[in-house]
C-alpha cells in the first residue's frame, strides 16, 4: 500500500478535526441535558439526592464551560486545515492531477465541510 499523499493527509485532517467538532457539539448537548436534570431534582428538593447535589451541579457546570472553551481554538486549526489544504489542491492541480480526480472530489468536499464549521458561532 502507497503511502498518503500530501493531499490525503490534509483532507484526512480536515474531516478528523470536522467530526471531533461534532463530538463536542453532542457533548455539550449532553451536559446541557444533565445539568437541567440535576437542577430539576434540586428545585423539587428529591428525597432521594445526595447531600453533596449542589457540588456536582458546579462541577456539570464547569465541565459544560471547559466544553465550549475549546470551540474557539478547534474552529482555528480547522481554518488553518482547511487552508493547508486548499493549498493542497492548488499543487495536485498544478502538478497535473490526472487519476487524482476522486481525492481532488474528496479534498474539495472537506474543504466545503470544514469552512462551514469554521464560520459557526
Known amino acids: 500500500m502507497a503511502p498518503p499523499t500530501p493531499l490525503e493527509r490534509a483532507t484526512n485532517s480536515v474531516l478528523r478535526l470536522v467530526k471531533e467538532e461534532s ?9 446541557e441535558t444533565r445539568i437541567s436534570k ?19 451541579l458546579k462541577q456539570e457546570q464547569t465541565a ?3 466544553t465550549k472553551a475549546v470551540f474557539g481554538p478547534l474552529r482555528d ?8 489544504l486548499e493549498e493542497q489542491i492548488a499543487i495536485t492541480e498544478s502538478d497535473g492531477a490526472e487519476g487524482k ?12 465541510s470544514g469552512k462551514k464549521v469554521a464560520k459557526q458561532e
Not at 77 to 84: F, M, P, T, Y
Not at 102 to 111: P, S
Open 23 to 31: 463530538y463536542y457539539h453532542k457533548e455539550l448537548a449532553h451536559q
Open 38 to 56: 440535576l437542577q430539576t431534582e434540586i428545585a423539587a428538593g428529591k428525597p432521594d439526592l445526595d447531600s453533596n447535589a449542589p457540588y456536582m
Open 64 to 66: 459544560l464551560e471547559e
Open 77 to 84: 486549526k480547522i481554518s488553518e486545515a482547511v487552508q493547508n
Open 101 to 112: 480526480e476522486e481525492e481532488l472530489k474528496k479534498a474539495r468536499e472537506a474543504v466545503e
